[in-house]
């Protein structure tokens, strides 16, 4: 019995409740706001409990995730890296050719495979095989190049991009713009933690904002619009702009999604008009726009509790990256911390005008078994840092 209760204490110990904490009032939040966002829908014909149901279902499968990844010793992870990222590759690759025609033609994207009842986006479960095999290359790199210089941090950035491209490659080719921004973010954290000197880094940050205010030049103007078209840009991806820009100005047509999001959050008030409880539709809420959903039933109340808890495993997370002991460890953390980041910033701005709507969900919350999955998988590499340091 005594041995029972010290083994007990000890996994106790190991396991990071200030990680799983947050995570789990997010996923009951998601579960309340999706079950509003498929009550108030007069479009959705389906069952509210199949619906939620099945959402649960990822969580469950999630969790599972979770416990497994927890037991995967750092150097099996080490040696996995490279067949994980290759194997992305291959199935992303495979994309391009078996997707789902159905869901292409009503987004635009070919980014899901059809399974059944169920799809499936391979570029969210990329996300965390690019991550692990960037976190593996700065490593062994670093490990290699003890004393750092231009030529080495050069080297570095080479590699770097070389693991980075085949992924945008592809990322572009399904035309998934979102997801390449949530992989460009992952880049920038790792790069900017992987110890390259600043005589690199402050000159590249420059040209990133030079090029960044090119394109805005050129996305709002006839002249920019003309050449980017030139280049594959579709006009639905300048009606998000427009949309952005002005989320009023097409409030019958391609601004409606972000304007309706607008006036629901702000119709909540202070303290929402209360659970399940809606006089606004939102199209897509269920996904894209889950962040209305709270905002109008819980109001400005609500809307900072959602926030605050991502704040707080945010800051859980960067206490792991700093604890860890683990090189590879604290830069796998690092491209974690970028993606649900990224996703949480660009969700919410998209909800309340701030930035262009891109497709994003909002990690645990938002509808869709892939990123849920991919977020859960993050998790439990966080925890997996904390649980193999204290065996």
């Not at 390259?196 to 904002?209: G, M, N, R, S, Y």
């Not at 409880?277 to 897509?284: G, L």
């Not at 590879?328 to 996703?343: C, E, P, T």
């Amino acid at each position: 019995m005594e041995n029972n209760r010290r083994t007990t204490k000890r996994i106790d110990s190991r396991i990071d409740y200030g990680v799983i904490l947050p995570v789990f009032l997010l996923c009951l939040i998601g579960l309340g706001a999706l079950y509003v966002a498929y009550a108030q829908n007069p479009l959705y014909k389906g069952s509210l409990f199949a619906g939620v149901a099945k959402q649960a279902l990822w969580y469950v499968l999630g969790i599972i995730a979770v416990i497994i990844i927890m037991q995967i010793k750092s150097k099996w992870l080490w040696k996995l890296t490279p067949y994980i990222y290759g194997g992305g590759l291959v199935i992303m690759l495979a994309l391009l050719e078996f997707y789902d025609r159905g869901l292409a033609e009503s987004t635009g994207s070919r980014n899901w495979f059809h399974l059944g009842a169920f799809t499936l986006q391979p570029a969210e479960l990329m996300k965390i095989a690019y991550i692990l095999m960037m976190a593996r290359i700065v490593t062994s790199h670093n490990s290699k190049y003890r004393q750092r210089n231009l030529a080495s941090d050069g080297i570095l950035i080479g590699k770097m991009f070389a693991i980075t491209l085949p992924v945008l490659l592809l990322v572009l080719l399904q035309k998934d713009f979102g997801t390449m921004l949530v992989f460009l973010a992952i880049f920038g954290g790792i790069f900017l933690m992987s110890g390259i000197t600043w005589k690199i880094v402050v000159p590249l940050i420059a040209t990133f904002l030079v090029l960044s205010s090119l394109i805005l030049f050129l996305v709002i103007s006839d002249t920019g619009r003309e050449f980017l078209a030139n280049f594959g840009f579709k006009a639905y991806q300048f009606k998000r702009i427009d949309s952005w820009l002005d989320p009023f100005h097409d409030i019958q047509g391609s601004s409606r999604q972000v304007a309706t999001s607008i006036m629901a959050i702000g119709s909540g008030g202070l303290l929402g008009k209360g659970f399940n409880v809606s006089d606004i539709y939102v199209s897509v809420r269920e996904s894209d726009m889950i962040f209305s959903v709270i905002g109008e039933n819980f109001g400005f109340i609500g809307s900072a509790l959602v926030v605050f808890l991502y704040f707080v495993l945010i800051y859980r997370m960067i206490r792991v990256c700093y604890d860890t002991n683990n090189e590879f460890y604290a830069y796998i953390s690092a491209g974690i911390i970028m993606m649900i980041l990224f996703h949480v910033f660009e969700n919410i701005g998209a909800n309340i005008g701030l930035l262009p709507l891109t497709g994003i969900p909002l990690p645990f919350i938002s509808q869709g078994g892939s990123a849920l999955l991919s977020n859960m998988i993050g998790i439990g590499l966080i925890l997996s840092m904390r649980f193999q340091a204290s065996k």
